[in-house]
């Protein structure tokens, strides 16, 4: 579906992980595994892996926010120090080399403090060979998954797929040339593209309630005798 400006598509983010899950049915029972963008790509997430009965994990990916501008960005940086720049943003802003080295260690603390709270002591789920569906609640620049899909491709899947409720026309041109597939529930091609647009309820999901969805998947495929402390913090 394309869009230029409507109503909202979706409730919030489990109507829309249900609604995406619907366009990805083709992958139920074959060998595949959920990854992740928390916060707000696990309620998707969550929808997707227990409508194809697969595993879901994280993959911890971070935009670098542009000094002094934080709500921009220039970049992105992945769990496993996969990093893609914007260079048209750096370029833009006149950063130097110096600047960006900043930027990217700061992120790279948050990401190992943000491994250690959703993953903890847990090993990375295996991907090899199998087919690795990568979500978030949207796509907007793009660039945050893009650090995404080549951090995981390190992991030698046997394809990526791009999964996400609305996306930017921009942004699906992007992902396109990294993943092997994109899927998405909407397509904008406004001028300024905000994932909240497609989303009747939005709003910044916390810690707890990205903690809560991975409890919640793991207590409904495996029963509560894999709870972690990980999970009780949800």
Not at 45 to 71: F, H, M, N, T, Y
Not at 99 to 127: A, C, F, M, P
């Amino acid at each position: 579906m394309r869009l230029s400006r409507e109503a909202p598509l979706f409730e919030n983010r489990y109507d829309a992980g249900r609604q995406l899950a619907e366009k990805l049915s083709e992958y139920r029972g074959q060998p595949v595994a959920v990854l992740a963008i928390p916060n707000g790509g696990l309620p998707v997430a969550l929808q997707v892996a227990l409508e194809l009965g697969v595993d879901l994990d994280v993959v911890i990916s971070r935009k670098l926010p542009l000094p002094l501008r934080p709500e921009g960005g220039f970049g992105a940086i992945a769990d496993d120090g996969a990093v893609i720049l914007n260079e048209a943003a750096v370029r833009e802003a006149g950063l130097t080399p110096e600047q960006i080295s900043y930027e990217v260690n700061k992120v790279r603390l948050d990401i190992r403090q943000r491994s250690l709270l959703y993953r903890g002591n847990r090993s990375l789920t295996v991907v090899s060979g199998k087919t690795v569906i990568i979500t978030d609640d949207g796509l907007a620049s793009g660039y945050t998954m893009m650090a995404a899909v080549e951090s995981v491709r390190r992991r030698r899947p046997g394809r990526i797929v791009v999964a996400v409720p609305a996306a930017s026309a921009a942004a699906v041109k992007q992902l396109e040339k990294v993943a092997d597939r994109v899927v998405t529930c909407a397509i904008g091609f406004m001028p300024r593209f905000y994932v909240s647009d497609f989303y009747r309820y939005w709003h910044v999901l916390s810690d707890s309630e990205g903690l809560k969805c991975l409890r919640e998947w793991r207590l409904r495929r495996f029963g509560p005798k894999l709870e972690t402390p990980q999970d009780k913090q949800g």
